[in-house]
């Protein structure tokens, strides 16, 4: 293939230059050749519910109650979880709940705390 830039908006192989800058012929966006495109892919952020960045070690609350998969305990809303670490998949928070144990949560369900 070419060695030009993938479309930052579709991320086509098939872009094409035209002067000063590079077309897209799936979905139409135009761009220069002097912009920087900036590859998200290699480090997805995760916000929670307000929309801030949550990071390993963050302390968080949750915002709703939650039940545990698997038996009759129910997570209460206002439980507040110490040293998360986030993870790649649908549920992007795994943490220790005390008298619970180890869970994974759901990043809209908590807040920054």
């Known amino acids: 293939m070419s060695d030009l830039a993938n479309c930052p908006e579709c991320s086509s192989e098939y872009t094409y230059e035209d002067g ?8 139409g ?10 590859n998200s892919d290699d480090e997805s952020v995760i916000k929670d519910a307000n929309g801030n960045q949550l990071k390993d070690g963050d302390t968080v609350t949750l915002i709703k109650s939650l039940k545990v998969k698997g038996s009759s305990l129910v997570v209460k809303v206002g439980t507040k979880v110490k040293n998360i670490r986030l993870v790649d998949g649908d549920h992007d928070i795994d943490c220790k709940i005390d008298g619970i144990g180890a869970m994974k949560l759901k990043s809209m369900f908590v807040k920054k705390a």
Do not use: F, G, T
């Open 20 to 27: 000063i800058m590079y077309i897209c012929p799936e979905c």
């Open 29 to 38: 966006h135009e761009w220069s050749k002097d912009a920087v495109v900036e």
